[in-house]
């Protein structure tokens, strides 16, 4: 998370609020991503050092693998979806990847397999650590929005309406283009 986000959320408005929260959902549905691959990359190295320490097919476990972080199974409601594979944070775990031949996993001895392990879950939990930062801040940006919903200093009908007129401006905005 960036130093600039100092702001107490008691100290803004009810439209910084609004806008900071979605900003901060937005950035996390790109962290979370970019937190998933590496996931998913970092268990695919581990199944290879299973690979190595067996004689057994493990074709099952990296399907196994792939399917758990792929599917993306959290349990916050589904935002729209987009192509996040274009993210710095998608870019740097490619880079480390590609510094230490993760496309060549299987030719890699062991202690290259360690040191793309160890790249990857550093990578991982620093965007973890990011990640709970960026919650802990929507979790008081959320606090404050209830709050200001409850004590009557903001209502849902004030809410309806800005989307009303964003919706309508929308509109117009369209038919600007096809007139």
Same mark, same amino acid.
């Given at each position: 998370?960036?130093? $600039? =986000? ?9 439209? =910084?609020?609004? %806008? ?13 991503? %970019?937190? +998933?691959?590496?996931?998913?990359? *970092? ?12 004689? #057994?097919?493990?074709?099952? =476990?990296? %399907?196994?693998?792939?399917?758990? $972080?792929?599917?993306? #199974?959290? %349990? ?5 979806? @987009? ?15 590609? @510094?230490? $031949? ?10 290259? *397999? ?22 802990? +801040? ?26 009303? @007129?964003? $919706?309508?401006? =929308? ?9």
């Amino acid at each position: 998370m960036s130093d $600039h =986000e100092t702001n107490e959320p008691g100290d803004l408005s009810l439209d =910084e609020l609004r %806008a900071k929260r979605a900003e901060l959902q937005q950035q996390d549905d790109v962290v979370s991503y %970019a937190r +998933r691959v590496a996931q998913a990359r *970092l268990d695919l190295v581990k199944s290879e050092f299973a690979r190595r320490g067996s004689d #057994g097919d493990v074709s099952k =476990e990296v %399907a196994d693998v792939l399917s758990r $972080h792929m599917s993306g #199974g959290t %349990a916050r409601p589904p935002r729209p979806a @987009e192509d996040l594979s274009d993210d710095a944070l998608s870019a740097e775990l490619d880079a480390i990847c590609t @510094e230490h $031949h993760y496309g060549r996993v299987e030719d890699l001895d062991e202690k290259e *397999l360690a040191v793309l392990a160890e790249a990857i879950g550093e990578f991982e939990r620093r965007v973890s650590r990011d990640r709970r930062a960026r919650f802990d +801040r929507l979790d008081a940006l959320s606090a404050e929005l209830v709050r200001r919903y409850r004590d009557g200093e903001a209502n849902v009908d004030s809410l309806l309406a800005d989307r009303s @007129e964003e $919706h309508t401006s =929308e509109l117009q905005s369209h038919s600007d283009l096809v007139c």
